[in-house]
């Protein structure tokens, strides 16, 4: 409980079928245990080349009562956002196909 500062979801399955899309790795339910397992002040990532599937996850951390967005001013300084984006394997090859 509360031990994680960081939690990192970098390019997941979309689960494109409406039927599918509970099985999504962020979910109200599922927010609701990472957020048991953040510590207070915890951050959750979550990166993807799929527009809509960042528009769910966006969503759903929005609704979420346990989640806030982070400033914008809070997440250009953040060195996490720079890995996330460019430093993992799917990130490299999402911007040699140049969706990202």
Known sequence: KGQLEKMFFCFPDPHFKRK??????ISYGL???????L???GLL????????????MD???????????????EVADDPCILAVT??????KRVKNLGRF
């Open 31 to 37: 927010l609701s245990v990472y957020a048991y397992l």
């Open 86 to 91: 460019s430093e993992t394997e799917e990130s």
């Open 45 to 56: 990532y979550h990166a993807t080349d799929v527009k809509e599937l960042h528009e769910w």
């Open 39 to 41: 510590c207070p002040g």
């Open 59 to 73: 969503q759903a951390c929005e609704e979420h009562p346990l989640f806030v967005r982070v400033p914008q001013e």
């Open 20 to 25: 599918n899309a509970r099985r999504r790795i």
